[in-house]
Nanobody, 120 residues
Framework: QVQLVESGGGLVQPGGSLRLSCAAS????????MGWYRQAPGKQRELVAT???????NIADSVKGRFTISRDNAKNTVYLQMTSLKPEDTAVYYC??????????????WGQGTQVTVSS
């Protein structure tokens, strides 16, 4: 079984910074695309950023220039460095990873979600 465990969420003031981490564990052969999505109250889940196994990134226009996505393949971990945070960034942030298991199946996995609240 594969699990994604997120950490780093919390309360921060506008203009502040926060770093989210998501570590994949379990029967992992390799990890393809990883990313972050978010869902604010009353809104649909939306893409924030993704990073492929080739290190190509896709950043949502709403966070471009403020957020940076990176990954550490040795730790099977993806990070989201968030700076210049705005109240509209408040949401539950979900980690995503497409994982090839040791049994050579390919599956999409989601983290449990971590709350990010930007408020003064």
């Amino acid at each position: 079984q594969v699990q994604l465990v997120e950490s780093g969420g919390g309360l921060v003031q506008p203009g502040g910074s926060l770093r989210l981490s998501c570590a994949a564990s379990g029967s992992i052969h390799s990890v393809n695309t990883m990313g972050w999505y978010r869902q604010a109250p009353g809104k649909q889940r939306e893409l924030v950023a993704t990073i492929t196994s080739g290190r190509n990134t896709n950043i949502a226009d709403s966070v471009k220039g403020r957020f940076t996505i990176s990954r550490d393949n040795a730790k099977n971990t993806v990070y989201l460095q968030m700076t210049s945070l705005k109240p509209e960034d408040t949401a539950v942030y979900y980690c995503y990873a497409q994982i090839i298991t040791n049994g050579l199946g390919r599956y999409d996995h989601w983290g449990q979600g971590t709350q990010v609240t930007v408020s003064s």
